[in-house]
Nanobody, 115 residues
Framework: QIQLQESGPGLVKPSQTLSLTCTVS??????????WYWIRQPPGKGRELMGC???????DYSPSLKSRTSISRDTSRNLFTLQLTSVIPEDTAVYYC???????WRQGTQVTVSP
């Protein structure tokens, strides 16, 4: 069974970089079709998806955080990391790491937004 453990400082000063590590055990982060996410939840608010890194090492970020977020991995240590630069008080949140196993893709549903 795959388990994840976040680690990192609990206090970061404004303008500094927040760095967190998620260590994965019970399975490899390079296992096919696994995607590894960082998610956060500010106090009194819902969870926010920050970004992810795939089993191939491809990253994707939330547009609202993309300019300040970097997700990377260390396959030799089976972990992935989050860096959030230039933090502000509004970045105060509980930060989570998560793993998702995609079992398949369908053709998708076209959605058009138009007045």
């Amino acid at each position: 069974q795959i388990q994840l453990q976040e680690s990192g400082p609990g206090l970061v000063k404004p303008s500094q970089t927040l760095s967190l590590t998620c260590t994965v055990s019970g399975g490899s982060i390079t296992t096919n079709d696994y995607y590894w996410y960082w998610i956060r939840q500010p106090p009194g608010k819902g969870r926010e998806l920050m970004g992810c890194i795939s089993y191939l090492g491809v990253t994707d970020y939330s547009p609202s955080l993309k300019s300040r977020t970097s997700i990377s991995r260390d396959t030799s240590r089976n972990l992935f990391t989050l860096q959030l630069t230039s933090v502000i008080p509004e970045d105060t949140a509980v930060y989570y790491c998560a793993g998702v196993h995609v079992v398949g893709w369908r053709q998708g549903t076209q959605v058009t937004v138009s007045p």
